[in-house]
Protein backbone atom coordinates (compact mmCIF):
# COMPACT_ATOMS: atom_id res chain seq x y z
CA UNK A 1 0.00 0.00 0.00
CA UNK A 2 2.68 2.48 1.09
CA UNK A 3 6.06 0.67 0.17
CA UNK A 4 5.86 -0.55 -3.35
CA UNK A 5 5.43 1.86 -6.39
CA UNK A 6 8.05 0.19 -8.77
CA UNK A 7 9.32 -3.73 -9.50
CA UNK A 8 11.09 -5.13 -6.78
CA UNK A 9 13.68 -7.89 -5.99
CA UNK A 10 11.68 -10.97 -4.65
CA UNK A 11 10.77 -14.71 -4.34
CA UNK A 12 8.11 -14.26 -7.11
CA UNK A 13 10.46 -12.59 -9.44
CA UNK A 14 13.71 -14.61 -8.62
CA UNK A 15 11.33 -17.81 -9.62
CA UNK A 16 10.47 -15.91 -13.17
CA UNK A 17 13.87 -14.98 -13.44
CA UNK A 18 14.65 -18.76 -13.35
CA UNK A 19 12.21 -19.62 -15.95
CA UNK A 20 9.11 -20.36 -13.77
CA UNK A 21 5.67 -19.24 -15.13
CA UNK A 22 4.19 -17.56 -11.75
CA UNK A 23 0.40 -17.01 -11.02
CA UNK A 24 -1.12 -15.40 -7.81
CA UNK A 25 -4.36 -16.46 -6.79
CA UNK A 26 -6.99 -14.84 -4.09
CA UNK A 27 -10.34 -14.90 -4.38
CA UNK A 28 -11.34 -11.40 -3.35
CA UNK A 29 -11.56 -7.85 -4.83
CA UNK A 30 -8.54 -7.36 -6.70
CA UNK A 31 -8.61 -3.57 -5.13
CA UNK A 32 -8.20 -4.84 -1.59
CA UNK A 33 -4.65 -3.89 -0.60
CA UNK A 34 -4.09 -2.77 -4.42
CA UNK A 35 -2.98 -6.40 -5.31
CA UNK A 36 -3.41 -5.57 -8.57
CA UNK A 37 -1.14 -3.29 -8.56
CA UNK A 38 1.39 -4.53 -6.43
CA UNK A 39 1.33 -8.38 -7.90
CA UNK A 40 3.07 -7.39 -11.23
CA UNK A 41 5.68 -5.71 -9.40
CA UNK A 42 6.58 -8.32 -6.98
CA UNK A 43 6.85 -10.51 -10.37
CA UNK A 44 3.50 -12.11 -11.16
CA UNK A 45 2.57 -13.00 -14.44
CA UNK A 46 -0.84 -14.04 -14.09
CA UNK A 47 -3.37 -13.56 -11.58
CA UNK A 48 -7.00 -14.56 -10.51
CA UNK A 49 -9.51 -12.65 -8.55
CA UNK A 50 -13.07 -12.87 -7.14
CA UNK A 51 -14.28 -12.48 -10.47
CA UNK A 52 -12.52 -15.36 -11.71
CA UNK A 53 -14.30 -17.86 -9.39
CA UNK A 54 -18.11 -17.60 -10.79
CA UNK A 55 -20.40 -20.23 -9.47
CA UNK A 56 -17.76 -21.54 -6.67
CA UNK A 57 -18.10 -23.68 -3.90
CA UNK A 58 -18.94 -21.16 -0.78
CA UNK A 59 -17.85 -21.98 2.46
CA UNK A 60 -18.70 -19.37 5.26
CA UNK A 61 -19.41 -16.90 2.54
CA UNK A 62 -16.16 -17.22 0.68
CA UNK A 63 -14.61 -18.96 -2.28
CA UNK A 64 -13.70 -22.40 -0.57
CA UNK A 65 -10.13 -24.01 -0.30
CA UNK A 66 -11.12 -27.17 -2.25
CA UNK A 67 -12.20 -24.64 -5.50
CA UNK A 68 -9.15 -22.88 -5.51
CA UNK A 69 -6.92 -26.11 -4.56
CA UNK A 70 -9.42 -27.52 -7.81
CA UNK A 71 -8.40 -24.11 -10.17
CA UNK A 72 -4.46 -25.18 -9.41
CA UNK A 73 -5.44 -28.38 -10.46
CA UNK A 74 -6.47 -27.24 -13.66
CA UNK A 75 -3.60 -24.64 -14.08
CA UNK A 76 -1.13 -27.71 -13.80
CA UNK A 77 -3.02 -29.92 -15.84
CA UNK A 78 -3.13 -27.15 -18.88
CA UNK A 79 0.57 -26.32 -18.09
CA UNK A 80 2.67 -26.67 -21.70
CA UNK A 81 5.63 -29.69 -21.68
CA UNK A 82 8.00 -29.26 -19.44
CA UNK A 83 6.78 -25.74 -17.92
CA UNK A 84 7.80 -24.91 -14.42
CA UNK A 85 5.25 -23.28 -12.33
CA UNK A 86 4.98 -21.36 -8.90
CA UNK A 87 1.50 -20.53 -7.75
CA UNK A 88 0.96 -18.31 -4.86
CA UNK A 89 -2.53 -19.02 -3.49
CA UNK A 90 -3.74 -16.55 -0.83
CA UNK A 91 -7.14 -18.25 0.77
CA UNK A 92 -9.98 -16.39 1.90
CA UNK A 93 -12.20 -19.49 3.84
CA UNK A 94 -11.49 -19.16 6.98
CA UNK A 95 -11.29 -15.25 7.22
CA UNK A 96 -12.93 -13.76 10.10
CA UNK A 97 -15.62 -13.02 11.78
CA UNK A 98 -16.91 -16.28 14.08
CA UNK A 99 -20.51 -15.70 15.16
CA UNK A 100 -21.89 -18.03 12.79
CA UNK A 101 -20.82 -21.79 12.16
CA UNK A 102 -21.97 -22.31 8.34
CA UNK A 103 -18.98 -25.12 7.59
CA UNK A 104 -20.83 -28.18 7.60
CA UNK A 105 -19.15 -29.42 10.65
CA UNK A 106 -19.35 -29.34 14.38
CA UNK A 107 -16.06 -29.01 15.96
CA UNK A 108 -15.68 -27.93 19.47
CA UNK A 109 -13.18 -26.56 21.53
CA UNK A 110 -11.96 -28.17 24.53
CA UNK A 111 -11.11 -26.83 28.17
CA UNK A 112 -12.58 -23.75 27.17
CA UNK A 113 -16.80 -22.45 26.13
CA UNK A 114 -16.32 -20.56 22.87
CA UNK A 115 -18.23 -20.91 19.82
CA UNK A 116 -16.15 -18.65 18.02
CA UNK A 117 -13.57 -21.06 18.76
CA UNK A 118 -15.50 -24.05 17.70
CA UNK A 119 -16.55 -22.09 14.21
CA UNK A 120 -12.99 -21.95 13.35
CA UNK A 121 -12.24 -25.24 14.35
CA UNK A 122 -15.10 -26.55 12.06
CA UNK A 123 -13.76 -24.19 9.49
CA UNK A 124 -9.97 -25.45 9.74
CA UNK A 125 -11.65 -29.27 9.47
CA UNK A 126 -12.93 -28.10 6.21
CA UNK A 127 -10.00 -26.60 5.39
CA UNK A 128 -7.84 -29.98 6.46
CA UNK A 129 -10.18 -32.31 3.69
CA UNK A 130 -9.84 -30.01 1.37
CA UNK A 131 -5.65 -30.35 1.51
CA UNK A 132 -5.93 -33.65 2.22
CA UNK A 133 -7.46 -33.90 -1.33
CA UNK A 134 -4.59 -31.97 -3.13
CA UNK A 135 -1.94 -33.30 -1.46
CA UNK A 136 -3.66 -37.09 -2.15
CA UNK A 137 -3.57 -36.06 -6.25
CA UNK A 138 -0.29 -34.46 -6.19
CA UNK A 139 1.02 -37.60 -4.67
CA UNK A 140 -0.15 -39.16 -7.65
CA UNK A 141 1.95 -36.65 -10.15
CA UNK A 142 5.02 -37.70 -11.41
CA UNK A 143 6.35 -34.17 -11.78
CA UNK A 144 8.22 -33.14 -8.91
CA UNK A 145 5.81 -30.93 -6.88
CA UNK A 146 6.76 -28.96 -3.34
CA UNK A 147 3.74 -27.15 -1.39
CA UNK A 148 4.64 -24.62 1.19
CA UNK A 149 0.84 -24.19 3.42
CA UNK A 150 1.03 -21.61 5.92
CA UNK A 151 -1.02 -18.80 8.21
CA UNK A 152 -0.13 -15.08 7.26
CA UNK A 153 -2.11 -14.35 11.05
CA UNK A 154 -4.11 -15.97 13.65
CA UNK A 155 -8.01 -15.94 13.73
CA UNK A 156 -9.01 -13.06 15.63
CA UNK A 157 -11.69 -14.16 18.64
CA UNK A 158 -13.43 -10.84 20.02
CA UNK A 159 -14.60 -12.40 23.47
CA UNK A 160 -11.20 -11.82 25.44
CA UNK A 161 -12.56 -14.70 27.96
CA UNK A 162 -11.47 -17.33 25.59
CA UNK A 163 -7.58 -15.91 25.80
CA UNK A 164 -7.86 -15.53 29.75
CA UNK A 165 -9.76 -19.11 29.75
CA UNK A 166 -6.39 -20.44 27.71
CA UNK A 167 -3.60 -18.82 29.48
CA UNK A 168 -4.89 -19.58 32.86
CA UNK A 169 -4.40 -23.38 31.87
CA UNK A 170 -0.68 -23.10 31.55
CA UNK A 171 1.42 -22.62 34.52
CA UNK A 172 4.41 -20.18 34.19
CA UNK A 173 3.33 -18.02 31.26
CA UNK A 174 5.10 -14.77 31.21
CA UNK A 175 3.40 -11.57 29.56
CA UNK A 176 6.38 -11.67 26.75
CA UNK A 177 5.24 -15.19 26.36
CA UNK A 178 1.65 -14.11 25.97
CA UNK A 179 2.54 -11.82 23.30
CA UNK A 180 5.22 -13.97 21.65
CA UNK A 181 2.46 -16.60 21.04
CA UNK A 182 -0.25 -14.32 20.11
CA UNK A 183 1.55 -14.09 16.78
CA UNK A 184 2.51 -17.81 16.14
CA UNK A 185 1.16 -19.40 13.17
CA UNK A 186 2.06 -23.60 11.70
CA UNK A 187 3.65 -24.03 8.15
CA UNK A 188 4.42 -27.22 6.81
CA UNK A 189 6.72 -28.06 3.44
CA UNK A 190 5.06 -31.09 2.03
CA UNK A 191 6.78 -32.54 -1.29
CA UNK A 192 5.55 -35.73 -3.60
CA UNK A 193 9.36 -36.65 -3.31
CA UNK A 194 12.12 -37.18 -0.65
CA UNK A 195 12.93 -33.82 1.17
CA UNK A 196 14.55 -33.98 4.47
CA UNK A 197 12.46 -33.85 7.59
CA UNK A 198 12.31 -31.83 10.60
CA UNK A 199 9.56 -30.92 13.22
CA UNK A 200 9.20 -28.12 16.02
CA UNK A 201 11.26 -25.74 13.17
CA UNK A 202 10.94 -22.10 14.66
CA UNK A 203 11.39 -19.14 11.96
CA UNK A 204 10.14 -16.12 11.25
CA UNK A 205 7.91 -14.71 8.02
CA UNK A 206 11.01 -13.49 6.41
CA UNK A 207 12.76 -16.93 6.25
CA UNK A 208 9.93 -18.28 4.70
CA UNK A 209 11.57 -17.69 1.23
CA UNK A 210 14.94 -18.57 1.82
CA UNK A 211 13.42 -22.18 3.79
CA UNK A 212 11.39 -23.36 0.53
CA UNK A 213 13.82 -22.13 -2.12
CA UNK A 214 16.23 -24.23 -0.09
CA UNK A 215 14.19 -27.26 0.25
CA UNK A 216 13.40 -27.25 -3.41
CA UNK A 217 17.02 -27.17 -4.35
CA UNK A 218 16.69 -24.11 -5.95
CA UNK A 219 19.87 -21.35 -6.51
CA UNK A 220 19.18 -18.80 -4.16
CA UNK A 221 19.96 -14.70 -4.88
CA UNK A 222 22.56 -13.23 -3.08
CA UNK A 223 19.92 -11.42 -0.26
CA UNK A 224 18.13 -14.60 0.30
CA UNK A 225 21.55 -15.87 0.56
CA UNK A 226 22.20 -13.21 3.42
CA UNK A 227 18.81 -14.16 5.28
CA UNK A 228 19.87 -17.76 5.35
CA UNK A 229 23.39 -16.94 7.14
CA UNK A 230 21.16 -14.58 9.68
CA UNK A 231 18.53 -17.20 10.22
CA UNK A 232 21.21 -19.28 11.97
CA UNK A 233 21.82 -16.76 14.78
CA UNK A 234 18.65 -14.75 14.94
CA UNK A 235 15.74 -17.88 13.48
CA UNK A 236 13.02 -15.06 14.56
CA UNK A 237 12.62 -11.27 13.69
CA UNK A 238 9.25 -9.70 13.88
CA UNK A 239 7.67 -6.42 15.11
CA UNK A 240 7.68 -7.81 18.57
CA UNK A 241 11.22 -8.22 19.28
CA UNK A 242 13.96 -11.27 17.99
CA UNK A 243 14.88 -14.29 19.59
CA UNK A 244 18.70 -16.10 18.98
CA UNK A 245 19.52 -19.74 18.44
CA UNK A 246 19.44 -20.33 22.02
CA UNK A 247 15.94 -19.47 22.62
CA UNK A 248 16.48 -16.00 23.98
CA UNK A 249 14.43 -13.35 23.46
CA UNK A 250 14.95 -9.27 23.20
CA UNK A 251 13.18 -6.10 22.77
CA UNK A 252 13.64 -4.20 19.66
CA UNK A 253 16.26 -1.32 19.82
CA UNK A 254 17.43 1.63 17.27
CA UNK A 255 20.76 -0.11 16.79
CA UNK A 256 19.06 -3.74 15.86
CA UNK A 257 20.21 -5.36 12.95
CA UNK A 258 21.67 -1.78 11.05
CA UNK A 259 23.33 -4.05 8.42
CA UNK A 260 19.55 -6.02 7.62
CA UNK A 261 17.85 -2.46 7.53
CA UNK A 262 20.20 -0.62 4.86
CA UNK A 263 19.33 -4.16 2.78
CA UNK A 264 16.13 -4.03 3.19
CA UNK A 265 15.39 -0.61 2.27
CA UNK A 266 18.43 -1.01 -0.70
CA UNK A 267 15.66 -4.01 -2.03
CA UNK A 268 12.84 -1.62 -1.95
CA UNK A 269 13.52 1.41 -3.22
CA UNK A 270 16.90 1.03 -4.90
CA UNK A 271 17.51 -2.08 -6.07
Not at 113 to 118: H, L
Request: with cysteine; net charge negative; charged share 25%.
Amino acid sequence: MQLLRQPVPSLVSDLKQAGYTTYSMHPELATNWNRYKIYPYLGFDHSLWLEDFSNADMVHGRVSDRTTYDRLEEIYENRQENEKLFLFDLTMQNHGGYNENDSGHDIRAVNVSSSEADTYLSLMKESDEALKELITYFSGQDEKVLICLYGDHQPKFYDDDFYNGIYQQTEGLTQTDILWNQYKTPFIIWANYDIPEEDNLNISMNYLGVLLLKTAGLEQSAYFHYLEELMKEYPVINANGYMDRDGNFYEWETTSFPEYRILQYYMLKDA
